[in-house]
């Protein structure tokens, strides 16, 4: 496929937009800068990577290009015909009613894809040059040490030295995301109420995923500054990644512990996991300094690894059995330990938002309020506990598994775009796409149910999940090909900002 090349006038954009297919390297155009016709022509792009920022490039200097592109209008206006022709045609062909299929049929075979697919190509509002350019001048900034972690980087030096140089660090992100969120739906396809008994081999196979996982998180940086290919893309791949390995880390414990059967328990763990994990960026918001504490993330996933492989070997008879001088089931400890794991992180969390931030006036990184972030994460959870409480049928008791989902596509969505305003330095837009699905949910309830709420409760899933494969793909690609219009010279200057996910660079 093509890059989409944004530009301010209407004619390049039908020309720079190529169609949505497979190209072979042989069939695609060259990017190239013509000073004769100063059009950047379109550049084939890898049939995998991740462009997570999408830009209008077309603003750098429009008073000067206006001039050279206005005579050039009426061929690129061809030009994009041309291109675009063929794909229009077959889509054409496509809607046209064939008169031997009833209205049902079309109805099943076109709304319902339909309606997704253009869920999935709404566009999201582009990066501004300012943003941007906060964005190129972002260098990522740690504080403190973990417990295990001196340990653990003796491991990981010597797993990163057996990675070929070739290999890609966002490949190597990517790859651990996929097997931890593989694992994780194994087991969730055995315990879909999180209150039944998994083959012992799933637990197995979800403590090796999720050892897997943590192993390729912590070398893809190591594998950038190896390869000299360090960038504030890869640490915004990265977050974006473990923001959504987070939902499924937290369903796999609580299933793998039967938490289910407690489901009090089960929607707390949950949802303050995903808290947690906000609340960890939302001071890096503030302080400009993501921060690690004695117990951090690698103790937490070696604890969960244990849990897994706990279950694996005592099966559910050992998250029921009663500790005998609490008497409490063992399957509470975990519990426990996340609510008091919660109590510590978040005061150490707060203690930073709280003490002021690197801004002016004690503002976050963009200047805006410390407290604006929780508008998001507050809503999700007022949501969560509305619909959770008020259900009629007791919609997360029966599927806690697709309620999990549902709400943490969206937890994962706004944390995504927080980490994106810290990196750019700009302020949190509160409407937001991904509320539609819980919205959905609440309405429904509101009007006493008129529609199943387990049918809602799909429907808000599907539309949690493409709206943060919308963002993915709209903003969640980056540009691969970066135009500074240069007016000083009179000439074009094409800076090259490749980031493969296969092939290229973090």
Known sequence: MYVMIYTEHPAERRCLSAPKRRHRPSDCPRLSSSRRSGILQPHPAPLWIFNPIRQDSGRAGAGSIRDQTSRQQGSMSTTGQQQGGGLRSRRSLGREKDPGQGVGMEAACWLAPGVLRKLIELPSPPLSRHQLKRLEEHRYSSAGRSLLEPLMQCYWEWLVGRVPSWIAPNLITIIGLATNVFTTLVLVYYCPTATEQAPLWAYLLCAVGLFIYQSLDAIDGKQARRTNSSSPLGELFDHGCDSLSTVFVVLGTSIAVQMGTNPDWMFFCCFAGMFMFYCAHWQTYVSGTLRFGIIDVTEVQLFIIIMYLLAAVGGSALWQSLIPVLNIQMKMIPAICTFLGAIFSCTNYFRVIFTGGVGKNGSTTAGTSVLSPVLHIGSVIILAVMIYKKSAVQLFEKHPCLYILAFGFVSAKITNKLVV???????????????????????????????????????????SFFDLVRYCRCRGRFVVYRQILQESTGSFTTVSHQHNLVFGGN
Request: no cysteine; proline share 2%; aromatic share 20%.
């Open 421 to 463: 305003a810290h990196m750019t330095k700009s302020e949190m837009n509160l409407y937001d796409l991904a509320f539609l699905g819980p919205g959905l949910l609440f309405l429904d309830q509101y009007f006493n149910s008129f529609i199943d709420e387990y049918l809602v409760l799909w429907i808000a899933l599907f539309i």
